[in-house]
């Protein structure tokens, strides 16, 4: 077949390529061929012919076809079977043959092949469709077919192809004209010669070919490649088809039954069943507005745990392992504090990293912190909050209910660590909630038919670890609120629709039918609690953002779910005083945000802890305790329980110890004095920290050489295509360098430069720029933009006939043509 990837250079410009093809796609085809395959310009090719062997090159083709379903993938290969130049005729085959051979639809084809031309995996050679040449290789034996009779009998010996022309009713003058290949593979490839030879062969021979028919059309037959005789000697039904060239043998005991005489036996049908359609969805019928409920109540408590999660971490965060990851205590610890089980807890922790707002400090003895995304994050709505989880899990590589599995080597793969990474988790992920989305409003399909449904959607992907990551999407769909009782709320499937729509993240948008909708969906947020005189306070539902963390700070949550119950202690009260509230400002919050007034025990409770708070302060002598009170230092002194601080009186209001100042202060605490620390000159020195958070550029996933390469946005692709068009244009055109317009180079100031070279991108034109050589020479130049990124510009330089790169700090002015 001809070599598709050569570029038209050197020949007459008649012979029909591959190249040449997608040199005539209009711009818009090409920027859509890059939004589809965004590998063909990571880089961006040189030429037209760089991007037709990237195109063209196996690891490209096979991701595509990786994409296929069912019905686009069976028209592939009725494309490789048919159009194959050595069953004779031209390369390629008409529209209407082939969809004679599928039996199928002319719109349902048409749309197939459309997207198989918009993907470059098939194109036009006039009337003809063409699949690119590696398709050949890549699918082996399409649609259950074998090789061409021309393929098969080109290699066997002289002796061999006259006995079998022979046995077919050629003649010698036949024979010897064209060549007995040619002779036998237009005997068998015409219908009545192929009728003639079945009858030769026998109804015995019959199961035989019946058996390869529909494939796989290979064989064993031992001793098969010495049973070369006439037909005139055959002794069983094998031998006559061997002999009639019904069978070919390709080993000593194997054979294959050639491509056109299993098409004749099929009747001209390349399948026996072509499944244009996908499979029905079946499964339980839920009221929608069930499922909504459900689902966004789930929404909800996925924010929430994430939140609380990061906020415990900010102030306890756990540990680094040294192979990197969590540790398996941290992750139950996280699982216990959340309410949850360690699969949830290990979700919500790789969502909140995948989402930028978990990162680890330090690659040695570093700990698991917030960044301070987290900070921007917890201010926003709580619809965009998910937004963000969820967009962040639909593309991240990272599958947490892998964590706490085995390895290989028999390692355990921790959360958060190394392991967990599967590059296709983010494809089958959008297929599933492709398919859920796809079912009537208020089904919850059963497991079975989403996985016939993905089975026809994704033939080529099957198998053990596909079915394990369809399982894992399901359940984390679940547990994130994407589904409410196994169905897809109605956001979600405004999130399918919206996700690639704009190059924006869906959560930093304006506005969003995803998040109206969940919006409408999601409990407002209160101002408002219950104060209840057991010391317990009940929040009705989600409390605003700056009265939830001083409740977090001031109580212990006792229970959570539609209503949150918080209990107020010695020890949380004194949390607060810790960090730097005081009594009166605990009580007044309270009471302005309390629906009752404050019970009695309550203010027992906060006044009783904050006069014992602070009355004892430690200081660094090694150490000292000072006191106003000396009555307080008598009681110590006489406490028999203090003998092991070695304490001893300096003064009525100060007493020394032996012990270092943490010692002090923890077995002080223990002993229900509750001391506070104070520094050198005196002054209170309160535990509360500021919020500590990991670096942002630790933030980035440790699986980023995993991730397949994103989608360029609309402005990227276009400039591809200049760029990609100018290449080739230098590549292919005769080179006329452009004379620069007489005069000095333009100069302009650097914000102007590069705004105007920014906007000669954009639009595609021509200016003429001045440039400094890296010897310092002065130059003028006439170019076409293609990108300004990064400090550099690539662009098609006029004036030598050639794409270069320019640093864009050496250009000292840029002006339009028509102003020179």
Known sequence: MIDEADAERGTDGRRPTFTAWLRHRTDAQLAALFALRPDLVTPVPADIGALAARATARPAVLRV????????????????????????????????????ALGAGTDRLDDAVSDLLAGALVWEDGPRLRPVSVLGDVLGAPAGLGPPLRALLADRPTDGLDRVAAALGLDAADAAGPGPVESVAAALGDAAGADRALRLAGAEARPVLDRLMWGPPHGTVSGAADRGGGLD??????????????????????????????????GGALFQEVEADPPQLTGSRTDAATVVRTAAGQAFTAVRSVGELLERWAEDPPGV?????????????????????ETTAALFAETARAAGLLAADGEVDGEWLPTPEFDVWRQAPAEYRWLRLAEAWL??????????????????????GEGLDRRSAPDVRLDVLGVLAAAPEGLAPDRESV???????????????????????????????????????????????????????????????????????MPEPVERILVQGDLTAVAPGPLVPQLARELALAADVESTGGATVYRFTESSVRRALDAGRGADDLIALLERHSSTGLPQPLRYLVDDVARRHGRLRIGTASCYLRCDE????????????????????????????????????????????????????GTVQLTGSAARRAAPASAASASRGLEEPAAPNAQLRLAAVRAVRAGDE???????????????????????????????????????????????????????????????????????????????????????????
């Open 630 to 681: 000396p009555t307080v230092l008598d009681e110590l002194s006489g406490d028999r329980r203090a003998t092991d601080l070695q304490l001893f009186r300096l003064a009525p209001t100060v007493i020394a110890s032996r012990a270092t100042r943490p010692v002090l202060m923890g077995r002080l605490e223990e002993l229900g004095y509750h001391p506070v620390a104070e520094s050198a000159d």
């Open 321 to 341: 392992l040294r192979s990197g990851g969590l540790g398996a205590r941290d992750l139950r610890r996280a699982a216990r504090d959340s309410d949850t089980d």
């Open 65 to 100: 076809l990786d994409r296929l379903d069912r019905f686009e993938l069976q028209v592939v290969e009725g494309l490789v079977a048919l159009g194959d130049g050595r069953l004779g005729g031209a390369a390629g085959i008409e529209r209407d043959r082939l969809a004679a």
């Open 395 to 416: 593309r991240s590589p990272r599958v947490a209910s892998l964590g706490g599995t085995k390895d290989s080597r028999g390692r355990s793969r921790p959360v958060l």
């Open 233 to 266: 000697t055959a002794a069983s039904p094998i031998d006559r088809l061997l002999a009639l060239g019904l069978l070919v043998p390709t080993a000593a005991d194997t054979v294959v039954l050639p491509r056109e005489v299993a098409l004749h036996l099929r």
């Open 730 to 820: 230098a590549a292919t055109t005769a080179r006329r360098p452009v004379e620069a317009p007489d005069g000095a180079p333009p100069r302009s100031p650097t914000t102007t430069t590069l705004t105007a070279l920014s906007e000669a991108a954009t639009q595609g034109r021509r200016v003429w720029i001045g440039y400094l050589d890296a010897d310092g020479r002065a130059s003028s130049r006439i170019v076409e933009p293609a990108r300004v990124e990064g400090g550099y510009m690539t662009a098609y330089d006029a004036t030598r006939a050639a794409v270069h790169r320019f640093a864009v700090h050496r250009i000292t002015g840029v002006a339009d043509l028509d102003a020179s």
């Open 451 to 521: 996985a016939a449904r993905l089975a026809w959607l994704r033939p080529r992907r099957q198998g053990p670890a596909y079915t394990e990551l369809v399982s894992s999407a399901l359940h984390e769909a679940a547990l994130l609120g994407v589904t409410g009782r196994g169905a897809a709320a109605g956001y979600t499937r405004s999130l399918v629709a919206e996700l690639d729509s704009e190059d924006t993240p869906l959560a930093e948008r304006d506005a969003t039918a995803t998040a109206q909708q969940l919006a409408a969906e």
